[in-house]
């Protein structure tokens, strides 16, 4: 394309200039990308994990690891365009300098070919991220956060039309079976334990009908929590999470593997329908629909932040929504409100049922809601649940609060916003913006 010569050296510079702005278009366009070249330095792979890294894809290496002889029997035996014994002598060694640098940086995954033979006989199998479900068509019944109410989700799962049979195992252990008549399929937007009073019997029913393909479900900030405990990270005891660790320690231990288990298979958001649909945790803006990336989960689970924290040591989070125009319905919950709220193509379904309040879905495509209220308030929220009114403004916080904060931002353009979009907060458990 450069130089009409293939083998003309002096056209490298100019050809991974090119080779580089063509990739970026394609990730830009979340299609797959390969790039076939030696990448034997470290130096020429980190522009190309840098581009990863931006659009929020996983990055993959497979490595052609032949001894020395192979590559200079193969380049000997091809036509037309050999290259001196030098040059390839000089990325082999390359390669072995290089050796510890593969395995440090960031590729998701590493294949070693070892041989010409093993390179014959792989097979590349194309694998979906955890988060798209495009395929998957519907109908949705989609849950707000749940927090360990089981009364109210057994309610609300009967309304929609699901019967829910309790079953008893010969040890005396209790699950559930859901089932629905027309095959709807429930997914809920994280948070399912913590708080609530009945947080192993919210479990017992989700577990066994995810299992048969009847629940779906993402990972929301309290899941996270509870999977990290369950891995033996340390966790600050704190937030509702008490609850969940006092009625999980009466439950044998295979039980709380299979909720390990479960929650690791847990991804940070879903697309649905063929993109028409997405259910993360805190919403996501469009640009990390079907992306992957440690920015991409951050978001997902504790949404988009101004940076800054409030008198409750809670990070401030920014009302994303306003600003939203992409073409899926981002389904979403986190932040407490007294009702369902509709902005532009969002819909928050956290109806603070924990606190008292309701416990809503959404069925789809119907775009019909339906809840059920609160037998009673089981914790006591930190600040107060947002109103339509408070949903209008710039920054997730009550009216009240808002007229307060005098060193808040009053717009989100005013926001301080790095590469990756907006970033900080050091709430509950939320990561800080130097572990992105």
């Given at each position: ?87 390839i002598e000089r990325q082999y060694a390359q390669l072995e300098a290089h050796r510890g640098a593969l395995l440090e940086e960031p590729f998701q995954r590493r294949y ?325």
């Amino acid at each position: 394309m450069i130089a009409d010569d293939e083998a003309d050296q002096t056209a490298t510079r100019e050809a991974f200039e090119l080779l580089h702005r063509v990739a970026e278009a394609r990730l830009r366009r979340a299609r797959l990308t390969v790039i076939d070249a030696t990448n034997t330095r470290r130096e020429a792979r980190e522009p190309l994990i840098e581009l990863a890294r931006r659009y929020h894809v996983p990055c993959v290496a497979i490595i052609f690891d032949y001894p020395l002889e192979v590559y200079l029997q193969q380049n000997a035996s091809r036509p037309g365009r050999r290259v001196e014994r030098s040059v390839i002598e000089r990325q082999y060694a390359q390669l072995e300098a290089h050796r510890g640098a593969l395995l440090e940086e960031p590729f998701q995954r590493r294949y070693w070919l070892r041989s010409p033979t093993e390179a014959a006989q792989a097979v590349v199998i194309r694998r979906p991220l955890l988060c798209d479900r495009r395929s998957w068509h519907g109908p949705f019944d989609i849950i707000g956060d749940v927090h360990g109410c089981f009364d109210e989700l057994v309610e609300l799962l009967g309304r929609l039309g699901y019967a829910i049979t309790e079953r008893r195992s010969t040890r005396g252990e209790t699950s559930f079976a859901l089932h629905h008549p027309a095959g709807r399929r429930v997914i809920f937007v994280g948070d399912l334990v913590d708080r609530g009073p009945k947080v192993v019997p919210v479990l017992k029913l989700v577990l066994p009908a995810a299992a048969r393909g009847r629940v779906a479900a993402v990972l929301g900030n309290h899941d996270r929590k509870l999977l990290r405990y369950l891995e033996g990270h340390p966790v600050r005891v704190a937030h509702g999470f008490e609850m969940t660790v006092a009625q999980l320690e009466a439950e044998p231990a295979d039980f709380k593997q299979r909720v390990l288990r479960f929650l690791r298979r847990l991804p940070h958001h879903l697309v649905l329908d063929e993109g028409r649909l997405v259910v993360a945790h805190a919403g996501l803006p469009e640009e990390y629909h079907g992306r992957d990336s440690p920015v991409v989960r951050r978001i997902a689970l504790f949404g988009v932040t101004s940076g800054e924290v409030d008198e409750h040591g809670l990070p401030i989070r920014v009302n994303w929504a306003l600003h939203y125009r992409g073409r899926a319905l981002v389904v979403y919950g986190h932040t407490p409100v007294t009702e369902p709220v509709w902005i532009n193509r969002t819909l928050n379904l956290d109806t603070g049922c924990v606190f008292g309040h309701r416990l809503s879905a959404l069925r789809y495509p119907e775009l019909e809601i339906v809840s059920v209220a609160a037998r009673q308030a089981y914790a006591v929220p930190s600040r107060r649940l947002l109103t339509p009114e408070d949903l209008s403004m710039p920054l997730l916080l009550p009216a009240d609060e808002s007229l307060h904060r005098v060193d808040a931002p009053t717009a989100a353009s005013e926001l301080v916003v790095g590469q990756h979009g907006l970033i900080g907060g050091k709430g509950a458990d939320a990561p800080t913006a130097s572990g992105v």
